[in-house]
């Protein structure tokens, strides 16, 4: 199994608590935070998989190497881009098919080559694994973000 597969179950078993809300920790809902991760998740691979392999120039960025060093990302620093956003329900229908895309397009990772790559608004161009590596770290970030609200802890 994938270890972003192994995210994804995560972001599933959250479900049950989809309307769960704890302002202290998060403006957004569980069930916001799990569609966006997933949402998340299905546009960067359809973005790296679309991509010619021949236009990845490696450089330099240094929020790119923070994250990618640091396996984390700073709660409140940056706002997620609107194509990411969810629109509309974050009911349980609506969730659960979105976790069964999800992990349909994990198993087209395999497939795609080393520098077939996306450009991050925050962190520049990433190649496949960067771009995976950030998958994993943003789908944890959600993850502990979940795990606050629904323990009703602020952050």
């Known amino acids: ?25 998060s403006a957004s809902g569980v069930g916001w935070h799990i569609e966006h991760s997933l949402i998340t998740i299905q546009r960067i691979i359809r973005a790296v998989k679309a ?17 990618l060093v640091t396996k984390t990302i700073p709660r409140g620093v940056a706002k997620a881009p609107q194509v990411v956003i969810p629109q509309g329900q974050t009911d ?6 979105s976790v069964s895309k999800a992990l349909e397009m994990t198993k087209e990772i395999a497939f795609i080559q080393r520098n077939q790559n996306f450009t991050h608004p925050y962190l520049g161009q990433l190649n496949k694994r960067a771009a995976i590596q950030f998958l994993e770290i943003h789908t944890h970030h959600h ?6 609200i629904t323990a009703g802890m602020p952050h």
């Open 92 to 97: 349980e229908a609506t969730l659960r098919a």
């Open 51 to 67: 991509s010619d392999p021949g236009t990845y120039k490696w450089s330099f960025k240094f929020n790119r190497m923070r994250v």
């Open 143 to 148: 993850l502990k973000i979940i795990r606050d």
């Open 1 to 25: 199994m994938h270890p972003l597969e192994k995210l994804i179950r995560q972001l599933e078993s959250n479900i049950p608590a989809h309307g769960q809300v704890n302002t202290a920790v």
